[in-house]
């Protein structure tokens, strides 16, 4: 039986919430999960640095809860700028979101990537996005273009993207 205060789990019982969180989205239970992430964040708003935030934020999109997924993924941001957490960010609003933000939001996961020095292949691979993006902003494709190599430069000149729009 679950402890009636959230925050008397041990750190092993969270570990098993999580494993048991893992399962159910693996199976596609995405609602069960959820249930499981949220407890596992009640319990420790910070575990394993957003990893609870960015997998509740996943569940919430199978989910069609996209307001909801915005706000994890941005809970997720707020305890650790994480490629993983960003790229997830950015795939939603594109799929969900504005394309201004979307677009931007991929500018800083690029920016990001390459501070961490990601391979010229990932940049290739998230490139066709930008430019879908940028055309439906009205932007050319010289202008895209140059928005790309700029945050990509900016990356492997040790700057980290601004994270002001997660606060």
């Known amino acids: 039986m679950p402890p009636s205060n959230p925050n008397q789990y041990t750190r092993g019982e969270l570990i098993s919430l999580e494993g048991r969180a893992i399962a159910l989205q693996r199976s596609k239970s995405y609602q069960d999960a959820a249930r499981l992430w949220e407890t596992i964040i009640e319990a420790d708003p910070e575990w394993e640095h957003g990893l609870a935030h960015f997998s509740l934020a996943g569940c919430y999109e199978r989910l069609g809860e996209i307001v909801k997924s915005k706000e994890q993924y941005l809970e997720a941001l707020r305890d650790e700028l994480h490629p ?84």
């Open 84 to 167: 993983l957490y960003l790229g997830g960010l950015a795939s939603l609003l594109y799929l969900h979101g504005g394309a201004e933000e979307a677009f931007e939001t991929y500018l800083q996961y690029l920016q990001l990537e390459a501070f961490n020095h990601a391979s010229a292949e990932l940049i290739r691979e998230v490139a066709p996005a930008l430019w879908a993006l940028g055309e439906r902003l009205g932007l050319s494709r010289v202008a895209i273009d140059d928005r790309i190599a700029k945050a990509v430069e900016a990356g492997r000149l040790g700057v980290r993207p601004p994270i002001s729009f997660v606060v």
